[in-house]
C-alpha cells in the first residue's frame, strides 16, 4: 500500500522530502566538524550524532506513516473524520513515548532549604596587636578564647546554599511534571512536520488537478470544433451545389466552368478543411476561387469588389472562417431586381489580421433562412481565441456590414 502512494506521488514531491531529511540528518555532522574545527580540544564524537539522530529518526518514522497512510485520507480520500481521528492516537502515542523516555527527576533536589556557609574565623597575628583594640589579653565579645580552637555549632551544621539555577529547584515533596517544556516543543515539531506534508500534498494535488482539466478542457475544444467543421463542410457544399443547379438552366458553359472552380475548391476542404489551422495563402485561394465561382451565377448588376493582399506571411488561420460571412453575403445581399453590391477587404496588422464584408441588403433573401453559418463562426470564435478577437456586425436597413479582427497564429 505505501508504494502504491510512493508511485502515485510525483517525482518532484519525493526529491523535496528526500532533500530536506538528507539535510537534517546531515546537520549533526555539520555542526559536529565546524566545533571540532574551531576549537583542536574537542574531538569528534559519533555518540552525539547518535543521539541527535535517534530523536530525527522517530520523526521519520512519524512522517512516512502519515505520508503514505494518513495524508491521502484527507488529500485524496476527503476522510477528514479518519484522519484527523488517526492523527490524533499518533500525537497521542508520540506523546507517552516521550514521557515514557524522559529521565525521571533528572537535576532535582529533595528540598530548598538553603545552607548557609561555615563562618571562616579570622585570628589577628599574636606578636602584633591590631590598632585600635586594647592590649589586654582577654578576648573580645564574639570571639574565641585565646589559645582555643573555634567553637562548632551544636546540632546540625546549617546547610550550604544551593548554587543551582532558580528554574531547577521543585519544592519537596512535589510529583514529577507528566509533560515538561521540551515534550510540548517535541509535540508542536511535530505538528509542523505533519502541516508542512500536508501543504506539500495539497500544491501538486492542485497542480495535478489543473494539469488535468486543462487537458479536458483542451479534449472537449477539439472535440467541439471537430463538431463545427463537419458541420460547415455540408453547410458549404449545399449552398455551392445550388448555385450550380441554377446555372445549369441559365447557362450549361458557365455551369461546366462552375463545376471546375467547385473541383478545386472541394480539394482544399477535403484537405485542409479538418485541420485546426491552415496557411493564410491557401486561405485567401479559397476565397478567390469562390468569389469567382459566384461571379459566374450573377449579372452586371451585381457589383463584386475584392481586395485580397498579395503576400502574406507564413501564419495559420482557422479554416473556412472566413468564407462563411462572404456566403452569408451572397445569401442575403444579392438582389435579382435592383442593383446590389459585395466587398470583401482583407489586410494584415502586425499579427492580426482584419476581414471586412459589406453587403447591400435584398428585400428578400435569395435562400431560406435558418443556417448555422453565422452562429457556428461565433461559437468557433469564442472556443479558439476566449476574448481575443473582435467581431463587430453593424446591421442597417440597406447595408449589412461585417468586420472581424483576429490574432494569427506563427
Known sequence: ?????????????????LAVWALLFAAPLLSLYVRTVSDANLRFDW????????????????????????????????????????????????VIYQCSSRPKDRGHRPDMTPRMEQPDWKWPPMDEPSMGEPQT?????????????????????????????????????????IVGERDIMAV???????????????????????????????????????YLRYQINPHFFMNTLNNIHALVDIDPEKAKDTIL????????????????????????????????????RYTDKVRISIDLPSEVPERQVPPLMLIT???????????????SFIDVKVTMEENKLRFSCRNSKAEKSNEEKGGVGLANVRERLKLLYNNDYTLRIDDTTDIYTVELIIPILK
Open 137 to 177: 589579653g582577654e578576648p573580645q565579645m564574639g570571639e574565641p578564647p585565646m589559645g582555643e580552637p573555634p567553637m562548632e555549632f551544636e546540632g546540625e551544621r546549617p546547610p550550604m546554599p544551593d548554587k543551582r539555577p532558580p528554574h531547577e529547584f521543585r519544592p519537596s515533596g512535589a510529583p514529577p511534571h
Open 1 to 17: 500500500m505505501a508504494k502504491s502512494f510512493w508511485m502515485k506521488q510525483s517525482r518532484q514531491e519525493n526529491m523535496i522530502y
Open 188 to 226: 508542536v515539531v511535530l505538528i509542523l512536520i505533519f502541516s508542512a506534508n500536508l501543504g506539500i500534498k495539497f500544491y501538486f494535488k492542485t497542480r495535478d488537478d489543473r494539469k488535468r482539466l486543462a487537458e479536458l478542457e483542451k479534449q472537449n475544444l477539439e472535440q467541439q470544433l471537430e
Open 325 to 339: 460571412f462572404i456566403e452569408n453575403a451572397f445569401k442575403h445581399g444579392v438582389s435579382y431586381q435592383h442593383e
Open 261 to 296: 472552380e467547385l473541383s478545386k475548391m472541394m480539394r482544399n476542404v477535403l484537405y485542409e478543411g479538418n485541420k485546426q489551422g491552415v496557411p493564410l495563402s491557401r486561405e485567401l485561394d479559397f476565397i478567390r476561387h469562390y468569389i469567382a465561382l459566384m461571379r459566374l
Open 47 to 94: 555518540t552525539e550524532v547518535f543521539v541527535v539522530w535517534r530523536m530525527f529518526a522517530v520523526y521519520l518514522i512519524l512522517f512516512l506513516i502519515h505520508n503514505f497512510l494518513l495524508a491521502p485520507m484527507l488529500v485524496h480520500g476527503h476522510r477528514r473524520t479518519a484522519y484527523f481521528s488517526f492523527v490524533a492516537v499518533v500525537m497521542a502515542a508520540f
